[in-house]
């Protein structure tokens, strides 16, 4: 009976003892983070993969990682396009300095995860400014186009996910929009004689898909 007895209690016991224990997940500690911006820098350079395909243009950001939490940087856009019309490309140079805010997952390196970005658009726009002259025949208007370029500022706020792995390499996406500050589209003339048409955006797109490197 007793043999029957010990095999039953050693099974009791195991049971009872595994149901105590507790998962246990470990968490990096800021201690850690620091170390692994030691090893793979807190500093990064990165380049959009999507502006230089499809426009050409060329969008080559920077980032300096404060903490777990939180970095700050710019990118420089330059739209390498000779001739566009389109409002979308209307930004020919642009300076966009941001603050980011990083969620979730942001212990395991450090300025990794998704994030909500803040940023300013400092903009150099090419675009065209379209006049319509009516003369006694009102079914033949007079057509004149003209090249206008000014600077202009635009306020806005996008949200992404990044990725970095031990090698220091990262991938990440964004989108985010603004909204220009002195934007006069329109006619801006009541003169019956003509109308002006000018081809500005009143919201400017920030985004896209960036590869980078930690130094």
Do not use: C
């Not at 990682?65 to 020919?92: C, M, R, T, V």
């Amino acid at each position: 009976m007793r043999y029957f007895l010990l095999p039953l209690f050693i099974l009791l016991f195991t049971q009872a003892f595994s149901q105590d224990i507790q998962h246990v997940e470990v968490i990096k500690s800021d201690k850690q983070v620091t170390e692994l911006f030691d090893e793979l820098g807190d500093k990064e350079i990165k380049i959009d993969v999507i502006d230089l395909l499809a426009q050409p243009a060329l969008n080559i950001g920077y980032e300096k990682i404060n903490d777990s939490y939180s970095s700050f940087g710019a990118d420089l856009y330059l739209n390498l396009n000779d001739i566009s019309s389109a409002d979308s490309w209307a930004e020919k140079i642009s300076l966009n300095p941001f603050y980011r805010f990083y969620f979730l997952n942001k212990t395991d390196f450090g300025g990794e995860g998704y994030f909500v970005e803040a940023f300013l658009k400092l903009s150099y726009l090419h675009y065209d400014r379209d006049t319509y002259y009516y003369g006694p025949d009102p079914g033949i208007p007079y057509y004149e186009s003209e090249d206008e370029k000014t600077f202009d500022i635009a306020p806005g706020f996008g949200i992404g996910r990044k990725w970095v792995n031990r090698k220091g390499w990262t991938f990440e996406y964004m989108i985010g929009v603004g909204r220009f500050l002195f934007t006069d589209n329109g006619n801006d003339n009541s003169d019956s004689d003509y109308s002006v048409d000018i081809r500005r955006p009143d919201a400017t797109f920030k985004g896209g898909i960036s590869i980078g490197k930690r130094f």
